[in-house]
């Protein structure tokens, strides 16, 4: 009984001393002087922008990586080709590489004077780096293997006979896909696209680097949250944080409503 | 539909599952693919399918050629044998799946499906999930699937091979009084001589990639092709180097010409039949099959020394 309880303690003790505190204290600090302050902080037009900027890279990132992470997992899933492991070894790619390292090695692709591809780019008019593309590419590159890790082992427990008996049903690849495979798969995805919000959200370091920090330009919310905070404007650092811890508790909030009790099949 | 199977060979790596094999399924028949697990049976079903592509040779359905067709447009059914139900579906979205498909109109699905679960008797089951159901019950929401699009042949791999003893007996019964009312040409494995024997008109036996023998159930007991088909499609003993049948032993309990003595090693009651356990003159051990009463009447008991005699025209090999 007792080691029972030690169990929780230590668990409960844990996450309260990580996560519980500091993210009660940007709380307390964010309103420290008062809802008002807070709120004027929140809707600056720099702000806004900020906010609207991270909506921008969640509204292209998530759902491009979802298409992808789908069809990446059924590849490896379901084909066999050489290069397979390989592939599969390179999703996790950005879990392991710094986003700092990411967000150079796509100056060194885009750079407009220096870049492999940038300077061509320029001279038709498109401008990667110290724009919204380039941030765009920066959180793509970091949140890409969450749909993917979440929707393979799916797809090797449901494994090949329902899409099977579809077929000899006279359901073709694509009617098998949309009718049976995605559906037997959608909490994955869904999990997976969550995960893909969060990181999307709250992606610093990559996009800190290929964005040029241009307020009201180029500023996503966390890049504002740092620029406010090295103003010692601590107000405003702690109320954007604030809006971006609610954001992605509403995320986790969001899977939690949809996901089916566990015992349905 | 007939099938016909023309010279199928198939390997996976090292491994031939098929090797050249030949068969024929008249229209309108109930076949039974029997064999050992890596045999070559699921193999051949699937190829039938179009699951899996052959190495070489054809599968002709109703005279056709369907080898390069995919499956979803062979007009097969196809019931596995861990049921591969739609899990995110109702039993009646799952028995419908083949009909939406096909884009027929919601009048006609909805009176197919309902004909159909009260053919496989699920009517009132319509609404639930297959998790919902028992074993037996999903194999039958299956088989309806199946027959919705009216498939040309239907074909069943291991149907009732998940299946508790009890439900895998009611289940194959009920396959036969459903083939006499659908008459659908139906192809199932199965590694079970007494499930092939008693559903079957015809039996396959399929052993490494060939075909050992094909026949009536019948034929395969009284006739077998080879020791194998002896061995596999009902109990064998072997008596003078012989593989024998075990009830065309005779017991004996006087000397008789032509007739090997014996000592009885053990009598096992199996209710009414009876397994008597032997040793020969030359070390070798065999066994009789034979009833209570016989054994009564000879009064037969352990350690005794009996003599025993073939019966007369015995199945052997």
């Known amino acids: ?265 | 539909m007939s099938i016909v199977v023309e010279n199928v060979s198939k390997r996976f790596g090292d491994f031939v599952a098929l090797n050249g094999v030949s068969l024929s399924v008249r229209d309108g028949s109930l076949t039974a693919l029997l064999g050992p697990s890596g045999g070559g049976k699921s193999t051949l079903l699937r190829v039938i399918a179009g699951l899996e592509q052959p190495d070489s040779g054809r599968v002709l359905i109703g005279g056709e050629d369907a080898t390069p067709k995919p499956p979803q447009r062979r007009d097969v059914g196809f019931v596995f044998q861990h049921y591969a139900a739609f899990k995110h579906m109702t039993v009646a979205k799952n028995v419908a799946f083949g009909l939406t498909i096909r884009k027929r109109p919601k009048d006609e699905i909805d009176a197919r499906v309902k004909e159909l679960l009260e053919l496989v008797h699920l009517d009132g089951f319509a609404h639930r999930y297959p998790s919902q159901l028992s074993g037996g019950q999903r194999q039958r929401m299956a088989l309806a699937r199946a027959l919705a699009v009216q498939p040309r042949v239907l074909l069943l791999d291991e149907p009732f091979g998940a299946l508790d003893a009890t439900v895998r007996k009611e289940l194959r019964a009920w396959l036969r009084r459903l083939h006499d009312e659908v008459h659908v040409t139906t192809v199932f494995v199965t590694h079970d001589q007494e499930e092939a024997m008693e559903v079957a008109e015809q039996i396959v036996v399929l052993n490494h990639g060939d075909i050992e023998q094909v026949g009536t159930p019948r034929d395969l007991y009284e006739k077998p092709a080879n020791e194998f088909v002896m061995r596999f499609v009902g109990p064998v003993s072997e008596l003078s180097g012989r593989w024998i049948r075990p009830h065309d032993v005779e017991i004996l309990t006087e000397p008789t010409e032509g007739a090997s003595e014996a000592q009885i090693d053990r009598i096992v009651h199996l209710g009414f039949e009876v397994r008597v356990e032997l040793s020969l003159g030359d070390g070798d051990s065999t066994w009789a099959q034979t009833t209570r009463t016989r054994v009564e009447e000879l009064e037969l008991s352990e350690g005794q020394i009996v003599w025993l005699r073939l019966e007369s025209a015995p199945v052997s090999v």
């Open chain 1, 1 to 265: 009984m007792r080691s029972k309880y030690a169990l929780r303690f230590l668990a409960l003790g844990y996450l309260a001393l990580l996560l519980g505190i500091p993210v009660a204290l940007v709380f307390i600090n964010a309103f420290q002087d008062g809802i008002g302050a807070a709120w004027d902080a929140v809707t600056t037009p720099e702000a806004q922008h900020a906010f609207w900027l991270t909506f921008i890279m969640v509204i292209v990132a998530v759902p491009l990586n979802t298409i992808f992470g789908v069809l990446c997992a059924l590849a490896v899933v379901r084909q066999r080709f050489r290069g397979r492991a390989l592939l599969n070894a390179m999703v996790d790619l950005p879990f392991a590489v710094s986003p700092v390292v990411v967000g150079l090695a796509l100056l060194l692709v885009y750079g407009r004077r220096d870049g492999w591809i940038g300077p061509w780019l320029d001279d038709h008019g498109v401008q990667v780096i110290f724009s919204t593309p380039g941030m765009i590419l920066a959180t793509m590159f970091v949140s890409l293997p969450f749909v993917v890790r979440e929707v393979i082992p799916v797809l090797r427990e449901i494994g090949t006979e329902q899409e099977q008996a579809a077929a000899t049903l006279g359901a073709n690849k694509l009617q098998t896909f949309f009718r049976v495979t995605l559906p037997a798969i959608r909490w994955g995805v869904a999990y997976g696209v969550v995960l893909t919000t969060a990181r999307a959200l709250g992606e610093f370091g990559a996009v800190s680097v290929v964005s040029g920090k241009l307020s009201g330009q180029t500023e996503t919310a966390t890049l504002f949250v740092e620029n406010r905070f090295q103003r010692f404007d601590e107000t405003g650092a702690y109320a954007a944080s604030v809006v971006l811890a609610l954001l992605a508790f509403v995320t986790l909030l969001a899977m939690n409503l949809i996901k089916p009790k566990e015992s349905q099949g």
